[in-house]
């Protein structure tokens, strides 16, 4: 029979939070080729874990993970979120996600629903750790 071990965040996975700001730090950044085959294009999947509400410090979702991606199709929907490191995008300058791993920022996460379940979503809303 198998047996399985979770961690405290794969328990957190499923938590649905609160829509406010919270401070996250990015775990990790990723690429991957879009299932679309028709117009193919590149994924960015970003994972972070939040820290704690940036707006009144309550800790209560510390250490729920929250994903988002982000598309090389709509590359300006990327744009506030490099911009909440200080990196300001420009026409013709390569810019390295996997730099914002590590580091800390404030991301607004909403509630919105997916397939008929509630689920937490990041609809591009970031600014600076303070």
């Known amino acids: ?22 401070l996250m730090r990015i775990d990790s ?11 193919p ?7 972070g874990v939040i820290l704690k509400n940036s ?8 250490g729920v993970p929250i994903m988002w991606n982000f598309n090389s199709k709509a590359k300006g929907f990327i744009t506030p979120f490099l911009e909440a ?8 300058k ?3 996600l996997n730099s914002a791993v590590g580091k800390e920022l404030r991301v607004y996460v909403e509630n ?3 397939e008929g379940r509630l689920i937490n979503k990041v609809q591009g809303k970031f ?3 303070e």
Do not use: C, H
């Open 55 to 62: 707006t009144d410090g309550s800790e209560e979702f510390a």
């Open 94 to 96: 390569r810019v390295e």
């Open 41 to 47: 294009s590149t994924n960015y999947p970003v994972e």
């Open 29 to 39: 950044i990723g690429e991957a080729p879009s299932k679309n085959k028709e117009n």
């Open 1 to 22: 029979m198998p047996v399985i071990e979770f961690s405290e965040q794969d328990i957190k996975r499923g938590t649905l939070v609160t829509p406010a700001w919270y």
């Open 127 to 129: 600014k600076a750790a």
């Open 85 to 92: 490191f200080g990196v300001k995008p420009e026409a013709g």
């Open 112 to 114: 919105d629903t997916y």
